[in-house]
């Protein structure tokens, strides 16, 4: 199963044969989605393999059956790199942005800092959800 993924007009081609990994890659990054490749930003994979799944980009790394789950924030990382390698000259950084009246309000810091907390916060009282992460 393949899908492309696009950012600033290059796409990354994604494979897998995990049905759950499909799954959450067309969720997550359903905004994305394009047909195909133009302009390549790389190749992510992932297989399942004798011993578990098989990660392939950069590297090849392979995790065991039980952490499946585990591997979702891996993918969603991986995805991020390819883009960054692709475009070393923009900045990039771990944020949310939020947006009233014209004007976006970008809330950065580390993870696990109550970035989405407020961005939902600010949703509920007339502020426009932008980006998260």
Not at 41 to 63: D, I, K, N, P, T
Not at 66 to 79: A, F, H, T
Not at 119 to 133: E, N
Request: with cysteine; glycine share 10%; aromatic share 12%.
């Amino acid at each position: 199963m393949n899908l492309f993924l696009e950012f600033d007009g290059r796409q990354l081609a994604f494979e897998t044969d995990v049905g759950e990994v499909f799954d959450y890659v067309s969720s997550n990054f359903h905004h994305m989605l394009v047909p195909g490749v133009t302009v390549s930003a790389g190749r992510l994979a992932v297989f399942r393999s004798s011993r578990g799944f098989v990660l392939e980009s950069a590297a090849l790394q392979e995790y065991p059956e039980s952490v499946l789950g585990e591997l979702y924030p891996l993918i969603k990382d991986e995805v991020r790199l390819q883009f960054m390698r692709g475009r070393p000259d923009l900045l990039w950084m771990h944020a949310g942005a939020v947006e009233r009246d014209g004007r976006a309000m970008l809330l950065s810091g580390s993870s696990g800092q109550g970035k989405s907390t407020l961005s939902t916060y600010l949703c509920d009282t007339g502020w426009r959800f932008l980006s998260d992460d």
